[in-house]
């Protein structure tokens, strides 16, 4: 329906100005696609310049339903990388709202323009009931995105930033490692419906899925 967005092979991407998302922009340049950066208005200053030269930005929130909608559409896959590591109740800022809320509506999003792909960034122990409010509604998030009727592919990472202070403690590698196994993954229809968990685990270690064949 959208031949003339679509040909540029466009992606959706929610969280790209953070630190793993400028990761994973250079990723889906890397592998061919241009992403579209979904951004709040008043963050485009948080791209990275290198990104920036080689993507879209489309401003917008992803708690407005209509919002969503309107920036998804074209593209052929969402990367949905957005998330809240600390909340600010008395600005409305909740893990309800940037996890579950918001998640609802890439999930509606997608469903109105058939967009069939969407790569999920979870965190390691994520559940819905956990006590840990973070983990519950991530994991309340990712549970809707497992039952959801689309080719989902989900990536549960050790955090990144300590949740104590928000500051960076992981490597470059890792991440370079970890962002290149999702834009591959975007392609690649033998990860649809799995779960890849922290290398750390043994499950599947993404550094295998990002150099495999």
Not at 126 to 137: F, K, M, N, S
């Amino acid at each position: 329906m959208y031949s003339a967005f679509m040909q540029y092979n466009e992606v959706l991407v929610t969280g790209g100005t953070g630190l793993l998302g400028r990761h994973v922009c250079r990723a889906l340049i890397g592998h061919g696609f241009l992403p579209r950066l979904f951004v709040r208005t008043g963050s485009e200053g948080w791209i990275a310049p290198d990104v920036r030269e080689r993507c879209r930005v489309t401003p917008g929130d992803l708690t407005v339903c209509e919002s969503v909608e309107m920036g998804a559409q074209g593209t052929s896959a969402i990367v949905h990388l957005a998330g809240l590591w600390k909340e600010q109740p008395q600005r409305g800022i909740t893990f309800e709202e940037a996890h579950v809320h918001a998640t609802a509506n890439v999930l509606r999003s997608a469903s109105v323009w058939g967009i069939d792909r969407l790569i999920f960034i979870s965190a390691a122990g994520a559940r819905p009931g956990d006590p840990v409010p973070y983990l519950d509604a991530r994991g309340r998030a990712e549970a809707l995105v497992r039952g959801a009727d689309l080719s989902w592919t989900v990536f549960r990472p050790a955090p990144w930033y300590d949740l104590r202070d928000g500051k960076p403690r992981v490597s470059t590698e890792y991440l370079d490692e970890l962002a290149g196994a999702i834009a591959e993954s975007v392609q690649r229809q033998d990860t649809v419906g799995r779960v890849y968990e922290d290398a750390s685990t043994d499950r599947f270690p993404w550094k295998e899925l990002s150099r495999a064949s």
